[in-house]
């Protein structure tokens, strides 16, 4: 994968931290010049007050092989995403991949909390952050990106559409801006095959974010010693493992057979045959119907 995407152009909007960063870096590793976004610069930070920035992000992917660009990018103001793409387009006359991967929320939504119980400004705010973003995002970028022969877009989300069609996640606001990331994928694959385009769905597992790291007193290093206090946490993954798996849909020139699927990092990893970092495959969400859900005792055995 060292030069697969050379001369390829991606943006990954929402990349200051989590997947988004672990996809931008795997994208520049195969050699694209990767345009990253967010909200967090060296010079101010978003609500989230958190010290991970675009810039660092930027200067990861050009230290994995690629060419990182960071844009500071408000992607509920029509006008600064209408000025990313026209940048996009004057710098690189090209767009090959779109991640859309803003969400921003973690801090909005309460677990198990009733609709009617929710904080109603967070829960509209959620769903302006999760949903709106990708609209604006994809209704700008998606004329740029449909000028190539292969264009790719892929809809962040957390869960297959299998397994949230039939499982509640944590509330009425989370649970619906997770399953309307997943419906935007099958929308833009109806709309982009006649054109050539190609949309998916993809979600990580259980991973291991600089917030989930920090949850757990861990780092990426050391992040088995948060084993003995959530058993399940031996099934996690870390960001690199959803971006490889990004990069895999980038470099494939059959990629279109995927068109409008809900797709897993650990179900394209069986395809593909990359690994996470240290050489494993976890299928997170075959775990969680097998083992987890059930209650039966951790036990990683057979899933990564």
């Keep these: 994968m060292s030069a697969a995407l050379e001369g390829k152009a991606a943006l990954v909007a929402g990349a200051t931290r989590g997947a988004g960063r672990g996809i931008a870096v795997e994208l520049g590793a195969a050699g694209a010049t990767v345009y990253v976004t967010g909200r967090s ?19 990861l992917v050009t230290e994995a092989g690629g060419r990182g660009i960071a844009v500071p990018t408000d992607h509920l103001v029509p006008a600064e995403v209408r000025a990313l793409v026209g940048r996009i387009e004057a710098e690189q006359g090209r767009l090959d991949v779109l991640v859309n991967d803003i969400w921003g929320s973690e801090h ?7 609709v009617w119980e929710h904080d109603l400004d967070k829960g509209l705010r959620l769903l302006r ?11 700008h970028a998606l004329p740029l990106l449909l000028r190539g022969e292969r264009g790719l ?4 989300t957390d869960g297959t559409a299998e397994y ?28 982009l095959a006649p054109r050539g385009g190609t949309a998916v769905a993809l979600t990580p597992g259980w991973m291991r974010s600089e917030l989930m790291l920090d949850h757990f007193g861990v780092t990426e290093e050391n992040w088995r010693d948060a084993v003995a206090d959530e058993p399940h ?13 990004v990069a895999a849909l980038a470099a494939d020139p059959e990629v279109g057979r995927w068109n409008k699927r809900s797709l897993s990092s650990g179900g394209l990893a069986q395809v593909y045959g990359f690994t996470d970092r240290d050489g494993s495959r976890p299928d997170f969400w075959r775990y969680m119907v097998e083992v987890q ?3 039966k005792p951790a036990d990683a055995h057979g899933y990564r």
Excluded: Q
Aim: aromatic share 12%.
């Design 293 to 295: 859900d059930p209650g």
């Design 129 to 139: 952050l999760a949903v709106e973003t990708h609209a604006v995002t994809s209704h």
């Design 153 to 156: 877009v892929v809809e962040m």
């Design 108 to 114: 909005l939504f309460a677990w198990d909390s009733p």
């Design 164 to 191: 949230n069609r039939d499982t509640y996640r944590v509330s009425f606001f989370y649970d619906l801006a997770k399953t309307a990331v997943l419906r935007m994928a099958f929308s833009l694959g109806h709309e």
């Design 41 to 59: 610069t060296r010079g101010r930070r978003s609500e989230y007050d958190r010290p991970e920035t675009i810039e660092d992000t930027a200067d």
């Design 233 to 245: 946490f031996c099934m996690s993954e870390s960001p690199s493992f959803v971006g490889r798996a």
